[in-house]
């Protein structure tokens, strides 16, 4: 199977643009994840879809959106960069199971620079 | 609330000593806890995971992690160091606070160093 893909895999945007990122979960994978990595705050959860729903969300601001579309496929957008969104954002799919223990599978992630 | 803390942010060891990465977590429920590698530029691996079935976890490239939980403890181990196993590593829980969804909370990372 192929693993999850992430396109762009590099970005450069200016202060105040917008950007939308894509992933492509591994097939049959039905719930997609996405992190924000920074060096100074580590790895952090986004927001998680399943099945075209927004199941849970981190704490960052409404500036961070994302969708998921039927075949599972998702994006991300975040509008009105700031330098602070300089990071490499990652996608993580995984299968359904019962008792949240299921495995999540991450892409190669999108580094996105601001300038 | 459920999170985790790495000990080490940055181990050293020459190749062929043994590894041993250090995480402890804190969990209300019975926790899923995983070990994810990270080589520089490159997204995250799965390493290995416990999910309340044996406590001694065997993972790739031989690593391996036991759950204790009366330490509170998930460290990982290999007899071994390869000059390939320089990377970060991850010590991640699963937060089923959230209802079964996929929030994973990750530790700050352990740079592991292997020298010649």
């Known amino acids: 199977k192929a693993g999850v893909t992430q396109t762009p895999r590099y970005l450069i945007k200016t202060r105040g643009q917008q950007v939308t990122l894509s992933c492509s979960p591994i097939?049959?994978?039905?719930?997609v994840s996405w992190y924000q990595q920074t060096p100074g705050q580590g790895l952090q959860f986004l927001f998680e879809?399943?099945?075209?729903?927004?199941?849970n969300k981190g704490n960052f601001p409404g500036r961070f959106s994302g969708r998921q579309f039927s075949n599972s496929r998702s994006e991300m957008n975040v509008s009105t960069l700031e330098l602070g969104d300089s990071a490499l954002y990652l996608c993580?799919?995984?299968?359904?199971?019962?008792?949240?223990?299921?495995?999540?599978?991450f892409g190669p992630g999108t580094r996105l620079l601001v300038l | 609330a459920q999170s985790v803390t790495q000990l080490d942010s940055h181990v050293s060891v020459s190749e062929g000593t043994p590894v041993l990465l250090r995480c402890n977590y804190s969990?209300?429920?019975?926790?899923?806890l995983f070990w994810y590698v990270q080589h520089p530029n490159k997204g995250l691996q799965l390493l290995l995971k416990?999910?309340?079935?044996?406590?001694l976890v065997k993972g790739i490239n031989g690593f391996e992690a036991e759950f204790k939980k009366s330490e509170t403890s998930f460290h990982l181990t290999k007899p071994s160091a390869h000059m390939s196993d320089a990377a970060e590593y991850f010590c991640?829980?699963?937060?089923?606070?959230?209802?079964?969804?996929?929030?994973?909370?990750f530790g700050q990372g352990t740079t592991l160093q292997v020298k010649p």
């Open positions: 969990s209300s429920y019975s926790p899923s």
């Open positions: 991640v829980v699963s937060d089923r606070n959230s209802g079964n969804t996929g929030k994973l909370i």
């Open positions: 993580a799919s995984s299968s359904p199971s019962t008792g949240g223990r299921e495995t999540q599978y």
């Open positions: 097939s049959g994978h039905r719930s």
């Open positions: 879809y399943f099945s075209e729903t927004q199941r």
């Open positions: 416990y999910t309340s079935a044996a406590t």
